[in-house]
């Protein structure tokens, strides 16, 4: 009797408990299980067999590596992606630093413009700035033209932007702001107390940068180092216009699919190309972790500004030089879109044809960009989001577990997600290459780590205490979670859902391999038309792109304030 | 029906620390009465407010019992447990205006409108902020006295069993603090409603509660209300954390009646007490053995030097707290002068920072405690930073 007794009282203390957190924990991971786990699985499997045999130990091969011994394609790929990642670190930091020390430490006119200005690299797509400096240092470059008709007297001329030149000096361009916005955000939040105190000591100004402000912000630098490299790596639309014969991993990935359906040899490409970034993050983190510093200040007190003319006059020209190079694509692009050709000095033939002819040739293409883009954010948003809720506020064994498969994808080139859901998804029983549907997939897998980590930031500073006031007050999780948590949460999701849908909508790394006729986004169609060299339609089409994408990141700077141009950093 | 109070039965609980296990609470045992103000004392992790969100139901116990009357609560989800509870941050809702912060609760219990506005007007009465309703703000463009009253009204509108506090004053400047403790007693005493209120402020802890805990390391020192803990503490550690005690480590040489005679460590001069019963608070009181000797410093005399004494000091610290003046001595013929403090009402005159003074015991009010202490060394106050 006391038996049944007991155990009625125990199945009544478990229908009182709240279990509604746990079952929706399961739908972000069941996700993740199948969505990325389960193809990385297949995919790392795939590259120890050749390509059309059966996936069994007994098929267990090397050959897919051993190309990286005997074929000199991969063996420069490899030296390429290594070489470019490393010069485009070396070179962002070197101009990326000194930028954000000016813009944080000296006073000059319309800094906010200039931060404003500077973030525009990055919301532009990586391609269409390199098909624009084609435009401008191409074969038949303008810039080119005009440069080598100075240097003609000398007998010299510059050389056409393609090959490993060219790559690096669009990426640094492009990835630029990165290292800029990091650094001037460390230089401007480190506590000024600091350098005072040193100052008072009796430390000289170079004595005080060498040995207080250079250590102060290493944390930062190192964060905005691995960021550029990870990117750099993983980029595939700059190598593949400006490339020509010099291909890096990822256009050899693009290259092994596109050319021979080879899976297994592009997963075995894509293992390398990931343990590379895995190394670099391991690398960096033991250099960071070694000297953790608390760069945020609590002190009010804000920095003097150097008052120098002299330096405020090297600031100024610096800062308006590199603003004009790193905007030359974007305006290069803008007159390019009212002109038929531009090879001489200035356009010829001006037209709003190219502009005319956009609902024509591209409405199917926007209509599929703008659904794909939609959908995977809506979607981003709400695995993101319970995601983040669970691992932040139930902190369930294993969180650290979903935390890491969550931002994953972070360290995945675009172009390795693709491979893998591929891999996982392109024979029977399941097959949904060539659909809407794995482009879907593979964007909320690419994109999720925007969210989570806009979500987590916005919960880690939301006082716990109100969660547990309002289940004090007698609410169960679900009432806590729709009343209390979800509002307050809300501009964190908002912001992050904001950001995938901008970088989506420019997304081509991911879309390259999985697109099909019928599912070609706008990014497609530009790098396309790149390719079939009609650089004015091309042109007209980047210009729509990147001014959605500008109102969208916009619009969100007024709605969020400063910060959310910050999340930018998320890559 | 049952009285209903709180009883602890042997609650212990253990946190899964990064390293190893971090025990927060090493099996306390006690009882709250239906209706009292109940104040948990102690030093920055003693284990109050582990033992207040366990209360609530915010923590787990590891093992243990809370009984609520004679129901057992120990396994009811906090959304059950029909509790208000005041957040040290106050936890008010910033997306939602004030009435609708109060009405909270309410609306989780699905209460009909006419009721909730019946019950939200009528606390912010009893909690002395009716007008604030009228112009309904968010509760961010309010002063933090205004932010504690709401965060209280909001803690009892539904008519809780039970109230807890925790630190509901930590964030408020000093005058405030003094004002609103009288308000939270007023408050309590209105509603009757058991409350346990947590804090780290002794001076708070004396003045509001009707009894109350005072916690160290996971376990209850002693329970008592605050005349008795102030001048009955059971032990060093609570006569330490409730105001100041000098401690003298001594040698007990006859006992004759409640006549004793003890040789103090320091200087090794004898002098005799005379005590009650109840200034003894230890069991070990036998011929030779080892005790320590406690003098409050309003217990203790300062006199000039020349005068008869049983020490000889240095005046290092003189503080005038406006309704005594506290000295602080340095004992003289020891190496790193053991530092004691001695109050007086009136400044003592021609006495300044340098001069050497005498010092001597009131007879009355002495304590007498076990442990064992270096008297060089003196008794280490862990409260202290």
């Known amino acids: 009797m006391t038996v049944m007794n007991r155990l009625k009282s125990f199945i009544i203390d478990q229908v009182k408990k709240d279990y509604t957190a746990y079952l929706i924990l399961l739908i972000p991971l069941l996700f993740l299980v199948i969505f990325l786990v389960w193809p990385l699985a297949i995919s790392i499997g795939k590259a120890f067999v050749l390509k059309g045999q059966e996936l069994a130990l007994e098929n267990f091969t090397l050959a897919n590596f051993e190309r990286f011994f005997t074929s000199s394609m991969y063996q420069r790929s490899l030296r390429n992606s290594f070489l470019i990642s490393f010069a485009v670190v070396f070179f962002t930091l070197l101009i990326g630093v000194p930028m954000g020390y000016f813009v944080a430490r000296v006073e000059m006119p319309f800094k906010k413009l200039i931060l404003a200005l500077g973030i525009l690299p990055i919301i532009t797509p990586a391609f269409v700035g390199a098909f624009s400096w084609v435009i401008l240092l191409g074969r038949q470059g303008i810039l080119r033209y005009a440069i080598n008709k100075v240097l003609d007297i000398f007998g010299l001329s510059l050389p056409p932007i393609y090959g490993l030149f060219g790559i690096i000096f669009t990426m640094s361009l492009t990835y630029l702001p990165f290292v800029f916005l990091l650094s001037y955000g460390a230089f401007r939040s480190s506590n000024p107390l600091l350098e005072e105190s040193a100052m008072i000591m009796g430390a000289t100004h170079s004595r005080i940068l060498r040995t207080i402000t250079i250590p102060l912000i290493l944390p930062s630098l190192g964060a905005a180092a691995i960021l550029v490299f990870i990117r750099s790596i993983g980029n595939f639309g700059i190598p593949a216009v400006l490339g020509g014969n010099q291909y890096v991993l990822p256009t050899l990935i693009h290259f092994r699919v596109h050319g021979f359906w080879d899976l297994n040899g592009a997963s075995a490409i894509a293992i390398i190309s990931v343990s590379i970034v895995i190394i670099a993050l391991a690398i960096q983190k033991k250099i960071v972790s070694a000297r953790e510093y608390e760069t945020i200040s609590t002190a009010t007190s804000e920095y003097k500004l150097h008052k120098h003319p002299l330096i405020k006059a090297i600031a100024i020209i610096y800062c308006i030089l590199i603003l ?147 289940t004090i007050s007698g609410a169960s999780w679900f009432y806590t979670f729709r009343r209390i948590t979800l509002p307050l949460i809300l501009p964190g999701i908002i912001s992050g859902t ?74 | 029906m049952s009285v209903k109070n709180i009883v602890y039965k042997n609650v212990v609980k253990k946190f899964a620390g990064k390293q190893e296990q971090v025990v927060a609470l090493k099996g306390v045992s006690f009882e709250i009465k239906q209706g009292e103000l109940f104040c948990l004392l102690g030093p920055s992790g003693c284990g109050k407010t582990t033992l207040l969100r366990i209360t609530a139901g915010l923590e787990k116990l590891t093992s243990g019992k809370i009984l609520y009357g004679d129901k057992d609560i120990t396994s009811i989800p906090p959304f059950r447990r029909n509790i208000g509870m005041v957040f040290q941050s106050f936890a008010l809702y910033p997306h939602l205006n004030v009435f609708e912060n109060v009405a909270y609760g309410l609306r989780v ?179 030779n053995n080892k005790i320590i000797l406690g003098a409050r410093p309003e217990n203790m005399i300062i006199l000039q030097k020349d005068e008869e004494s049983t020490f000889k000091g240095r005046v290092q610290v003189i503080q005038n707290l406006g309704k005594i003046v506290r000295y602080e001595v340095s004992l003289l013929q020891i190496e790193k002068g053991k530092l004691i403090e001695v109050d007086r009402e009136r400044a003592l005159p021609g006495v300044k920072e340098g001069d050497e003074v005498a010092i001597n015991f009131k007879k009355e009010d002495l304590l007498l405690f076990s442990g064992n202490i270096d008297y060089k060394e003196g008794y280490k106050d862990d409260s202290d930073e």
């Open chain 1, 498 to 571: 904001i950001l995938t849908f901008a970088t989506l909508l420019q997304e081509l790394a991911t879309t390259i391999l999985l697109y099909s006729a019928r599912t070609v986004t706008l990014p497609i169609q530009i790098y396309n038309t790149v390719a079939e060299g009609n650089f004015g339609i091309a042109s007209s089409l980047s210009v729509l792109l990147m001014v959605t994408v500008f109102i969208m990141v916009y619009l969100m700077n007024i709605f969020f304030g400063d910060s959310s141009s910050s999340s930018f950093k998320l890559g």
């Open chain 2, 109 to 287: 219990r699905k209460q009909p409108e006419e009721i909730v506005k019946k019950k939200v007007t009528a606390i912010m009465e009893l909690v002395g902020l009716p007008d604030v309703l009228r112009r309904n703000p968010s509760p961010t463009a309010l002063s933090g006295g205004q932010q504690q009253r709401i965060a209280i009204a909001r803690a009892l509108v539904y008519d809780p069993e039970i109230l807890l506090l925790d630190e509901p004053l930590a964030s408020l400047d000093a005058k405030l603090r003094r004002h609103m403790r009288a308000e939270i007693r007023r408050i309590q005493k209105a509603t009757n409603i058991t409350t346990i209120y947590v804090t780290h402020d002794q001076e708070e802890a004396m003045a509001i509660g009707d009894r109350m805990a005072i916690m160290n390391n996971g376990l209850v020192e002693q329970i008592g209300i605050s005349d008795q803990i102030y001048h009955q503490p059971e032990n060093i550690f609570v006569a330490n954390f409730i105001g100041k005690m000098n401690f003298f480590p001594a040698e007990i040489i006859e006992i004759q009646g409640n006549n004793y005679q003890i040789k103090l460590d320091y200087n090794k001069k004898i002098i005799d007490l005379y005590l009650q019963k109840e200034q003894i608070k230890t069991d070990d009181l036998k011929k």
């Open chain 1, 324 to 470: 004009l190079i790193s905007l030359a694509p974007q305006i290069t692009i803008l007159i390019m879109s009212f002109f038929e050709k531009w090879t001489g000095y200035l356009p010829v033939g001006f037209t709003l044809d190219n502009y005319k002819i956009i609902p024509q040739i591209a409405s199917k293409t926007i209509k599929n960009s703008f659904f794909l883009a939609v959908t995977a954010s809506l979607l981003t948003a709400l695995i993101g989001t319970l995601a983040a809720y669970i691992t932040e506020r139930r902190r369930p064994r294993g969180g650290i577990l979903i935390d890491f498969t969550i931002m994953t994808p972070f360290v995945l080139p675009g172009i390795v997600v693709s491979v893998a859901l591929l891999s996982a998804f392109s024979s029977e029983p399941i097959n949904i290459s060539g659909t809407f549907l794995i482009i879907l997939i593979a964007f909320i897998v690419r994109r999720n780590p925007y969210v989570f980590r806009s979500v987590v930031a916005t919960l880690t500073q939301l006082d716990e205490a109100l969660e547990e006031s309002s």
